[in-house]
């Protein structure tokens, strides 16, 4: 298992940003897909955003042309930049790593969760 410490959530009206970190570290061999998950109060976990390890990036259709996802591979590190928030928005973001490590002499492939991150939008 691998620790995913996030930051940068808080309360925001609407229309203003907020930036999202998340740093991976521990035993890790490589990382594949970095990405940004929310959870709304009675609503399923929902995809906000992925990238993979060669930059590629996936987003859901509600914050396309809003958000931005990036990483620092040097860092293991990826950024959600959101721009113009709107209540909708108001989730705990979680953070979600696929990466491998050793174990023993073969290396296998795990996903972790951050520990969650409340962002509120306010009119």
């Known amino acids: 298992q691998v620790q995913l410490v996030e930051s940068g959530g808080g309360l925001v009206q609407a229309g203003g940003s907020l930036r999202l970190s998340c740093a991976a570290s521990?035993?890790?061999?490589?990382?594949?897909?970095m990405g940004w998950y929310r959870q709304a109060p009675g609503k399923q976990r929902e995809l906000v955003a992925a990238?993979?390890?060669?930059?590629?990036?996936n987003y859901s259709d509600s914050v396309k042309g809003r958000f931005t996802i990036s990483r620092d591979n040097a860092k293991n590190t990826v950024y959600l930049q959101m721009n113009s928030l709107k209540r909708e928005d108001t989730a705990v973001y979680y953070c979600?790593?696929?990466?491998?490590?050793?174990?023993?002499?073969?290396?296998?492939?795990?996903?972790?969760w951050g520990q969650g991150t409340q962002v509120t939008v306010s009119s």
């Open positions: 521990g035993s890790i061999f490589s990382i594949n897909v």
């Open positions: 990238i993979n390890s060669d930059g590629t990036t």
């Open positions: 979600n790593v696929d990466y491998k490590k050793w174990i023993g002499t073969s290396v296998r492939r795990y996903t972790d």
